[in-house]
Structure formats: structure tokens, C-alpha cells
């Protein structure tokens, strides 16, 4: 039994990873390859060159297990890493739980969140290219900070669109964006076909935004895109989360994890967490079962379909093996801005179609309610994408309390909700509905035909 007056634990600098973790490496069948939507082949890194700097390219095909974190990378990683995991003592009280629960906290980042662990590679290896300018996309806000804080480190300058329903209810994180040094566009703008394809009230999503960045980066050599998820070398940026906390767990006395837990919407957050521990139960060191909870009214793990589809609302990128609700698929305006994507990371999806790791949905007003006992017990207000990992905890935590069963469960808190206030006012109003994607209208708009003649990536 863990020490029950140790609260926090911590690695010596010294410990912080050296290497990424590539899961490719360990799965029993390789996933399926992105394809160029023109010929059904490959996508090859040639198909990848105008919008990422070859290191990215050959970590996004990699089959290597480990792959070195670079130096100046470290160097910055130090600033917050490695991150805190906490023993969430009084919130197993309140809940009256004999579960040992556990929370990585990834928002004490200069951005808030985990998006930081993969924008400064990015911004570090196009900097090293001598690219002076990134485009990318942002839904709630907290990648479009992160890559505007990393792109300030490496004197790159920085545009980001954010999906429009954001973009209007968070101007906080609007404002530290630009205070990074990034310019922002509401998306859909009226500075891409992409974007004028919709109407300027349009409430955006995550979809239309990577259509918007990508149609930039892909007609200017001069420009690269940089994603915050999805992408195989985003989300083997973020194991650093899952090597720490296995790491740290063994400082803690514990022998391993029985349910880890983590938020998914494009994947990144999940991945980072839930990988290094799919490691270890490929090689049967540790049996943990691993969880990804989506919100009810985007399900895309839940209730998409596995098959072929565009990362992006105008078909821009190369069609990639995934869940997806459809690329012309628009969530409603939930307040987990971070989750309202269509689709799910190639890997993570793979994974899951393979029984490696379970998926739930879970509606919001569940989710807020979670994140209010969380506040009111570890003094930390979780960003509403961290509170479905929350939410799931509490299910988990009430079943353990039911049966006197003991268990380890470690959930991942992606980011702090301090920007996010206005979600949790909205909640505690009584504002909040609980969406169902039936009620969701997709796009009809043919954006193939209307880009014309904009570059197709692959």
C-alpha cells in the first residue's frame, strides 16, 4: 500500500524522458496507411513535403520503437516537465471509494495544457529548416497557445483559425494567443475558399478550420502546417505523458495501473497517456484496461463508422483509416471545444479496432458535474475536455465503492479550465443541453468543387 502521507510525485530532472515511444513498433498488425485521395496508393513522404519538415515526415512513417527527443527540445521541456501526478486522496473520500485514483496534470505547461509536449518539436524542427512561418487550426484554444508560445522560443511567426463557436465564447484564449505573438482568424474566414464556402456566422468546426490552415500552408513553399493531434509524430510527442507516469507510479509504490483513463477527441491526449502503458500489457508486464472517453455529441469512437475519410472539411489532406462521423460532419457548439472533431488519430483508431483499448461517450452536463467535485476536492478547475476523463473516473470509482473492490485508476487532466470559466458559468446557470449528434445538420456545400484549383496535400 502506498505511503499515505505522500501527496505528489515528482521525477528528478534527470529523469524527464530522453526518447518518444512509437507504438507502431509493438502492434501485433501494422496500422493502415494514409492514401492519396487522386490514386488510392500511399501516401510517401513526397506527398507530405509542402507542409512539414522532413524530421516530421520520417517520424510520422516510422517504425522505430524509441526515437531521441532533441536537446533543445529537452531544454524546454524542463520549463514544466516533468508534470505532476497527484493522488487524488480527497476526491476518493468524497466519493466514498476504495479506488486509489491518480491524475497526471499536464496543466501546468506555459499553454495550460499537453499541446505544448508536440508544438515545440514542431516549432523547433521547422526552425531548424529554416521556415519562418506555421499555420494551424485550434478548437478550444489550447493548441493554437501552444504553438504560439512555441513559435515565440523559435522566432517563427504563427496564424491560427479557431473554429468559430470558440473562437466567439473564448476570447481569453483568443487574447493569450495573440499575447504568444500568433495572428487569429475566426473560422470559417473570409481569407480562404475553404472559409467562404460557409456562411461568416457559421459556428465552425474543427474540420473547416484544418481546411483553412492547410489550404495556406499548401499553396506558399514558404509556409508549413503544423496539427495539434491525429497525426502519428503528434501523438508520439506526447508519450512523454504515459513514460512519466509509469515512472512515477513506481515512486509511488504502486506495481502498476488496473484503469487508465483519458479524454479523446483528435487522439493526442489519449495517446500520450494510454501508449506506454499498451506497451507494457503487449509485453505482459501490466494488464491495465485503457479507456478513451468522447463526449455524447460528438462520438466518434462510439458511434462512427471505421473506413477511409478526409482529416479535414475540404478534402484537402490524404484519406486516413479512422473512425469518423463523416468530414462534413459539424458537432454542435459543447464547451469541450477541444473534442467537436469528426474524426479519431489513425492509431488510436486502429487500436481500438483491434480491442486494445475501450471507448465511451459521455454528455456534458455529467461531464461538469464530475468537474465541480473535482474542484471542490483537489482545487484544480479541469478543462471541460479533461472532465469526460472525470466523469468516466466517478463511474468507475462509484462501481469500485458498490462492489469493495480495490483498484489503481490513473486518469489524465490534459489541461487546467481557468480560460474556460464561461463554460462552467453556463453550467452552473442551468444553460447546458445535452446534444445528440442526430440533431447535427453536416455541410452540404461541395468544397472539392469550390477549391478549384487550391493544392491538394497527397
Known amino acids: 500500500m502506498p505511503d499515505d502521507a505522500a501527496v505528489k510525485y515528482l521525477l528528478d530532472d534527470a529523469e524527464l524522458p530522453t526518447h518518444w515511444y512509437n507504438v507502431v513498433a509493438d502492434l501485433p498488425t501494422p496500422p493502415p496507411p494514409p492514401l492519396r485521395p487522386d490514386t488510392g496508393e500511399p501516401v510517401g513522404p513526397d506527398d507530405l513535403a509542402p507542409l512539414f519538415p522532413p524530421e516530421l515526415i520520417s517520424q510520422e512513417v516510422s517504425g522505430e520503437r524509441y ?47 499537453h499541446k505544448t509536449n508536440t508544438a515545440v518539436p514542431q516549432a523547433y524542427y521547422n526552425s531548424i529548416n529554416g521556415i519562418t512561418r506555421l499555420t494551424t487550426e485550434t478548437g478550444a484554444g489550447q493548441w493554437g497557445t501552444a504553438l504560439a508560445f512555441a ?23 483568443r487574447t493569450l494567443i495573440e499575447t504568444f505573438g500568433a495572428t487569429v482568424h475566426r473560422s470559417p474566414s473570409r481569407d480562404t475558399i475553404s472559409g467562404k464556402a460557409f456562411a461568416e456566422d457559421h459556428p465552425g468546426s474543427l474540420g473547416i478550420a484544418i481546411s483553412e490552415a492547410v489550404e495556406v500552408a499548401a499553396a506558399d513553399p514558404e509556409i508549413k502546417y503544423a496539427l495539434g493531434s491525429v497525426l502519428n509524430h503528434v501523438l508520439l510527442h506526447q508519450t512523454v505523458i504515459g513514460e512519466e507516469t509509469l515512472r512515477q507510479l513506481d515512486k509511488a509504490g504502486e506495481t502498476g495501473a488496473d484503469l487508465v483513463i483519458g479524454c479523446a477527441g483528435g487522439g493526442s491526449n489519449l495517446a500520450g497517456l494510454v501508449f506506454p502503458f499498451l506497451r507494457e500489457k503487449l509485453a505482459g508486464n501490466q494488464s491495465p484496461r485503457l479507456l478513451a472517453v468522447e463526449p455524447a455529441a460528438c462520438p466518434t469512437l462510439t458511434r462512427g463508422e ?14 486516413l483509416k479512422m473512425y469518423t462521423l463523416g468530414h462534413d460532419f459539424v458537432p454542435s457548439a459543447i464547451h469541450a471545444g477541444g473534442l467537436r472533431y469528426h474524426g479519431m488519430a489513425p492509431l488510436v483508431s486502429h487500436v481500438v479496432s483491434q480491442g486494445m483499448v475501450d471507448a465511451t461517450a459521455i454528455p456534458q452536463n455529467e461531464c461538469f458535474a464530475a468537474a465541480l467535485e473535482f474542484a471542490r476536492t483537489e482545487g484544480i478547475v479541469a478543462a471541460p475536455e479533461s472532465a469526460h476523463a472525470i466523469a468516466a473516473a466517478r463511474r468507475e470509482a462509484s462501481a469500485c465503492a458498490e462492489s469493495g473492490r480495490e483498484q489503481v485508476i490513473v486518469l489524465g487532466l490534459s489541461g487546467h479550465g481557468l480560460l474556460e470559466l464561461g463554460a462552467y458559468a453556463s453550467y452552473l446557470a442551468g444553460g447546458l443541453a445535452d446534444e445528440s449528434p442526430d440533431a447535427d445538420s453536416p455541410s452540404s456545400v461541395d468544397l472539392r468543387t469550390a477549391l478549384g484549383t487550391v493544392p491538394v496535400v497527397g
Open 67 to 113: 526515437i531521441e527527443i532533441p536537446e533543445p527540445v529537452r531544454a524546454v521541456y524542463r520549463q514544466w516537465r516533468p508534470s505532476p501526478l497527484y493522488r487524488a486522496r480527497r476526491l476518493e473520500q468524497a466519493w466514498g471509494t476504495p479506488a486509489r485514483i491518480y491524475y497526471k496534470y499536464e496543466g501546468v505547461s506555459p499553454a495550460g495544457s
Open 151 to 173: 513559435c515565440a522560443l523559435f522566432e517563427l511567426s504563427c496564424e491560427v483559425w479557431q473554429v468559430g463557436a470558440s473562437y466567439d465564447t473564448k476570447p481569453a484564449r
Open 306 to 319: 471505421y473506413r477511409y475519410d478526409f482529416g479535414d472539411t475540404a478534402g484537402l489532406t490524404p484519406l
